[in-house]
């Protein structure tokens, strides 16, 4: 079953100003309870995207449904919302509270849940993202990773059945990157929760169940990250890259070694390069 | 002849004296000469960011000294006006910082504060225009029309446009898709080429900083745990991993490589490198 799809999806933010269509005829379905990743250059529109997945932004042209709700239906909007939450780049912008569990009960509390069900929502949402020590904290004295995961507690809290990311590890540093995707997969895998991660860091896509790659408004491939990695020419000319295990692999195809594409992981790299040179 | 920057034993520590008291950075040595391209890595609240504040007395070490050409950086207001403009500091998405009408009066504000007349003002302005990639036509328009990518070269023209002999970057190419990196860093390279000044750069990217610094510090702690060429940094891969950082993606494949007993080098981090060693691999197996 779909949790979201689009149907001949247009936008543009300004019709008066020329710039043309940011989103053009998009067609795409997300399967409830996959992990979908992203991945685009700046201005491809998959931030556009992202924001029809919660009626943020609607379609200038076509439709985009939430587990069957058309977004532009304004009576559905509450309901959409609860079922879809975002994630966006900046954690210090998603902040509103002096306390991580004041922070985190803001969005149960706005829609309306009974006070003694938004104890229970916090502590099991902080629980989720491994926060749950830090409920008595500022926090602004949090690291960014930390901080994101607070972000992530509170979007939980209102029991969404997809979560979609915006880039939510671009302000990190390496750790504060993987534990924030250790808690996004976990989130997917345990509580069956539909992931879509908008990125262009190319190794967040490598343990995705589904990998779409968006150019100038349009998806320019779509499938697990082992059929879509291997198109290293059509990535590349699009402003991409490759992880480095598959630039190493084509750059031993190209001389003329017979090393698959589609080994993704350090590990599947080195046993690979084991194969052919050990 | 003194080195261009000198650290002695810089300590810094914040709120010091109140129960918020954190030590930032401890003992720190560190030496930069005329050319290099050195790379700081480390995770957040490493001290990394702390640490280039010192290099143009914007914040005052706790104790320690911070020489320039030899001479402290504090000795005298004077002194803190020419550091200024001598270090230039391009900060983390320095593009929230633009402010001026036009991209022209934005990255003239530096030299403008330096007193220098009119024509070399323009003149400066257009340089630093060209380092950055920045077509000269949008020097008129309003910097907050620009796109992102376009915001962050006029943020680092800006600096450039006071033709520092060091230039510190913090993060340059956080938050750009890969082709958005590429072009910053071509650029970045380019004017150090050019003006052959020195460059320090800030990132937590081992893979992008890898490619062209000529030095590495790594910082943990408030320490510098590592300084060296990068191929010696990459050869410490355990440890790396162990204060939070990620080596890159090529040096982690040859180190199970070497786990598995194949001989290929240590410190290897490029695609390039390690074609060298696996085909080497090969040849050498054809004589042997």
């Known amino acids: ?278 | 002849m003194a080195p261009l920057l000198e650290i002695r034993k810089l300590t810094h520590i914040y709120s010091q004296g109140t129960p918020f008291e954190h030590v930032a950075l401890k003992d720190v040595d560190f030496v930069a000469e005329k050319g290099e391209f050195i790379g700081i890595i480390g995770h957040t609240g490493s001290g990394k960011s702390t640490f280039v504040q010192h290099l143009n007395a914007l914040l005052k070490p706790t104790s320690g000294t911070v020489l320039l050409d030899g001479e402290a950086v504090f000795s005298s207001p004077q002194r803190i006006r020419q550091v200024r403009s001598r270090v230039g500091l391009v900060f983390q998405y320095p593009e929230y910082q633009l402010f001026e009408e036009t991209v022209r009066a934005d990255i003239a504000y530096g030299p403008k504060n330096m007193k220098l007349d009119k024509e070399e003002i323009e003149q400066r302005v257009l340089e630093a225009a060209d380092f950055v990639g920045l077509d000269p036509e949008l020097l008129d328009k309003s910097p907050f029309d620009l796109s992102g990518g376009q915001k962050r070269r006029a943020a680092i023209a800006g600096v450039i446009a006071m033709r520092p002999d060091i230039l510190v970057l913090d993060e340059p190419t956080a938050g750009l898709d890969p082709r958005g990196r590429e072009e910053i860093i071509a650029n970045i390279r380019r004017y150090h080429a050019r003006v052959n000044g020195t460059v320090i750069y800030i990132t937590h990217s081992m893979e992008d900083i890898a490619r062209f610094a000529s030095r590495l510090a790594v910082f943990c702690e408030g320490r510098i745990v590592m300084d060296g060429v990068p191929g010696e940094i990459f050869r410490h891969v355990e440890e790396l991993e162990r204060i939070g950082l990620t080596v890159p993606g090529i040096t982690k494949v040859m180190a199970l490589l070497r786990a598995r007993g194949l001989p290929v080098p240590e410190g290897i981090y490029t695609i390039h490198q390690a074609m060298d060693a696996l085909l080497g691999l090969k040849g050498g197996g054809e004589n042997a």
């Open chain 1, 1 to 278: 079953m779909n949790i979201i799809r689009t149907e001949k999806l247009d936008f543009e933010y300004d019709a008066e100003s020329g710039r043309g269509l940011v989103l053009k005829e998009l067609d795409l379905e997300i399967e409830e309870g996959s992990f979908v990743a992203i991945l685009g250059h700046n201005g491809s529109g998959k931030s556009t995207l992202a924001k029809h997945m919660n009626a943020i932004l609607l379609p200038t042209g076509g439709k985009v449904f939430v587990s069957g709700m058309d977004t532009s239906d304004e009576e559905r909007l509450l309901e959409i919302r609860r079922t879809v939450g975002m994630v966006f780049q900046n954690p210090d912008n998603q902040i509103v509270a002096n306390v991580v569990e004041d922070d985190v009960a803001f969005g149960p509390e706005n829609i309306g849940i009974p006070t003694a069900e938004i104890r229970t929502r916090v502590d099991e949402a902080l629980k989720a993202v491994g926060m749950y020590e830090y409920r008595n904290h500022a926090p602004h004295l949090l690291s960014g990773g930390q901080k994101q995961r607070v972000a992530i507690a509170g979007i939980i809290a209102m029991r969404p059945r997809c979560i979609v990311l915006d880039e939510p590890t671009a302000m990190l540093d390496p750790s504060g990157r993987r534990e924030v995707l250790d808690t996004v997969h976990r989130l997917n895998r345990e509580n069956g929760i539909t992931v879509v991660l908008i990125t262009h860091h190319m190794d967040e896509c490598i343990d995705a169940d589904r990998l779409i790659v968006m150019a100038d408004g349009a998806i320019i491939a779509d499938g697990s990250p082992r059929e879509v990695f291997p198109q290293v020419e059509l990535l590349r000319d699009t402003g991409m890259d490759v992880p480095a295990t598959v630039g190493l692999a084509w750059e031993l195809r190209k001389a003329g070694y017979d090393m698959p594409l589609d080994a993704l992981s350090a590990e599947e790299c080195a046993e690979a390069l084991y194969r052919v040179f050990g």
